[in-house]
């Protein structure tokens, strides 16, 4: 079963705006995780926020976490034709090791 | 290699046969898993594997699926007597730990598609 939802579930911008993904989950976690997938293809490591963090930053990315509200933010900013892509929030749930719990992700399109 | 390698990155089946589908984790990774993906969804978790712990088949859709690590490091996921709704991307992933902090590290796939 899906641990979080992401919203919207499509996002077409211009280069050069904002783009700002959401994810909700339902359970209690020990981390929160962003992977980004192109093309229907493998998934690639954005960056994790540990459940007693409340912001964090890599690069041109901005991850926010608020566990009262169950709900994290992915901000990627000055965007580009390249990060058109699928991302996606994943979490461990509560004390479960090992697996990780997906969303449905959001497809976001930068157009030129 | 330095990342992880899947093969063969596209199966075309009938429905009916069997297939397998293999992963080849990066050196020294102690944890794999498999998921699933079909078209538009998330992943589905389906197994994992830790060290020799027993490992975690509960995502395992029926009983017609199976995996098996060898020598802890490649792992095989057969699927018996394949259906249409088996069509999906399966996607394998290691980590160096199943510590609830470690970044998972995928590979490109398989697309299986059961006609």
Redesign the interface.
Known sequence: SQQGEEDPQALSIQEGENATMNCSYKTSINNLQWYRQNSGRGLVHLILIRSNEREKHSGRLRVTLDTSKKSSSLLITASRAADTASYFCATHRGSTLGRLYFGRGTQLTVWP | GAG?SQSPSNKVTEKGKDVELRCDPISGHT?L?W?R?SL????E?LI?F?GNSAP?KS?LPSDRFSAERTGGSVSTLTIQRTQQEDSA?Y?C?SSFT????S???????T?LTVL
């Open positions: 992880v944890a898993y998921y993906q538009g969804q998330g992943l978790f994992y830790q975690d995502g991307v996607l992933a199943s510590g609830r902090s970044e998972q590290f995928f590979g490109p796939g697309r």
